[in-house]
Each structure stands twice: as C-alpha cells, then as structure tokens.
C-alpha cells in the first residue's frame, strides 16, 4: 500500500513538472517569435447619416443591422424651404439609429450611423518596450473572443504615431501633479484577411499575436 501510495506521488509530480516545463516552454516561444496583447479590439470607420435640412424627418424606417446601398434614398425632410431627399453616402449597415419618423430634425443632425463590415481592421495597443518588435507587413494570428474557436489571419498596416496618452487624451500624471512614469502603449492597426464566413462587428474584444520584427 505504501508502495503504491509512494508510486501515485511519483508520478504525479513527474506529471506537474512535465506541465510546468511545457507551459514555460510555450511562454518562451510566444515571447521569442511574438508580440502578443490582448488589449486590442475590431473598428470600422463610422460615416453619419446626417439630416440635409431643417424640417420633419419622414419615411425614416431605418433599424440597427439594415444594409443600405450608396445613394439610397432612406428617409426625407420636409420643412419650409421643401422636401428634401436622405441619401445614404456610401453602402454599408447600420449599426447606431438614432431618430424616428415625424420628428424635427435639424441640418446637420447624425439621424444614423452606417459602417462597412467588409472593410473592418483590428487597433491592437502593444507595449512601448515591445512596439520595436513591430513592423508594417508582418503577419498577425488573430483571435476574436465572439469567435474563439476561429482563427483569423491579418497584417500590420500602420504604426501609431503617439501613445494612448496622446492619442487618447490619458493624463499622465497624478491628482498631486506627479508624473506617473508608466510604461505606455502604442496603437497599431491590423488588416483582417477574411471574415472566415463569421460576422465581426465593430467593438468585439481581439487577441493577437504579431509575429516579430
């Protein structure tokens, strides 16, 4: 019984060192042949549907998911200087509506926002210390958390030119007027390859792992 007991303690911990040394392994390689952050999320280029005069906004039946044609006409104003036809700019689908029929709108105003979800690109913020490592037209294995079991390929097609702080406004300093010395992040844009037959949608969280400089 002893024996066996001692034979089960054995091979249990030959089994945890076997894991530790994998696990470290796998880190040591990751850190050796990428950059990887998980601070990174899919953007698209938001265009306003904005309202072309003053009046009541009319024949407005827009909602969140439509796909809307360049130069649709979406809806009409009807104010004092005449009806007005809406005209969507460019074709894309709606992901923020933000009025309803009969209501006064005025010029100018976003009435909705239309995105392309054919032409979308992940911002990955990485690490100033590691930002060396990264350079436009590396590849890059991407990972969207709606999407976990899909793998997504893409490349490096810009390099910020500032920081968070700067790009973002992020105060770099205390309440006290201390500088906090912080190691900052550097946005960098990424092409996403193919949607791999998934919807993606601006905002979902992303992990990548850019293969080094």
Known sequence: MKSARTL???IISIFAVLVILIGGGWYVYQRA????TSDANVQGTLVPLTSPGDGTLQNWNLTNG????KNEVIGKTDGLTGTTAIQAPVAGTVVQNNAVSNEMVVIGQPLAYLVNLNNLQIIANVQ???INNVAVGKTVDITINAHPNTSFTGRVTQIGAGSTVVTQGVPNTSLSGAFNKQTQRVPVYISISGSE????????????SIHRN
């Open 8 to 10: 089960g303690i054995i």
């Open 66 to 69: 439509d796909l809307i044609s």
């Open 197 to 208: 037959g998934k919807t993606l949608m601006p905002g979902m969280s992303a992990s990548v």
């Open 128 to 130: 100033e210390t590691e």
């Open 33 to 36: 042949n990428y950059v990887v």
